[in-house]
């Protein structure tokens, strides 16, 4: 098993993946050659996440954890889930995005966090009670529900027409996935400020030492 190196700063999120799952997929912040700065540090980093991504209030953030505080052992196994979770979302999008079959362990854990998620999903009415939206039915003890939208959200982008939008950031240690919303569909970075202008620096000294 490969030990993941953390990064306990919950303030490192970042969203600019343009689907839930995906941003899920990036809070780590390197996958290859060795998978690093994972912020995933404890299953408190989960639930904060969940609430930064708008998938849990402050208030149910703060009961699970309480709950999580009276059973330990499966908040480990939760966080332990919730990586696994991630480690198919980035094989599956990552092989996508260049065209290439996903593997079919990979689609198998995806499909047994989507099962266990879809028994919870409940139609309720939306906003303004004019119409109908997604919603999740929970006991207070549900560690797990963090994870429900993120499986839900990977199957409807899998299924959706923009999927050929997916595309795994250029950097040569990234591994970040984003929805390419360009005219052209010619964006290569996770972010021109981050990977891009290390990018373009790279570039630039190898020009010179050329030179």
Request: hydrophobic residues 40%.
């Amino acid at each position: 098993m490969v030990e993941i190196e953390t990064n306990t700063d919950s303030s490192k999120f970042s969203f600019i993946g343009g689907q839930l799952c995906l941003d899920f997929n990036n809070t780590m912040s390197q996958y290859t050659p060795t998978p690093r700065n994972d912020t995933f540090a404890d299953y408190e980093d989960v639930l904060s996440w969940g609430e930064a991504a708008g998938v849990l209030t402050g208030e149910e953030a703060q009961e699970l954890l309480a709950e999580a505080e009276r059973r330990p052992e499966e908040a480990i196994a939760t966080l332990a889930r919730a990586r696994d979770l991630r480690g198919a979302i980035h094989n599956i999008f990552s092989a996508l995005a260049v065209e290439s079959q996903p593997d079919a362990d990979d689609l198998a854990a995806l499909n047994a966090a989507l099962s266990k998620a879809m028994c919870n999903a409940r139609l309720v009415r939306s906003d303004g009670g004019e119409g109908f939206a997604w919603g999740w039915s929970y006991r207070g003890d549900d560690l797990d529900r963090v994870l429900w939208p993120v499986a839900r959200s990977a199957a409807d982008l899998l299924t959706s027409h923009e999927l050929d939008r997916v595309r795994e950031c250029a950097g040569d240690t990234c591994g970040w996935l984003f929805l390419d919303m360009s005219r052209n569909h010619s964006r290569h970075w996770c972010d021109m400020r981050d990977c891009g202008n290390r990018a373009k620096a790279r570039r630039f000294y190898q020009r010179k030492r050329e030179a």
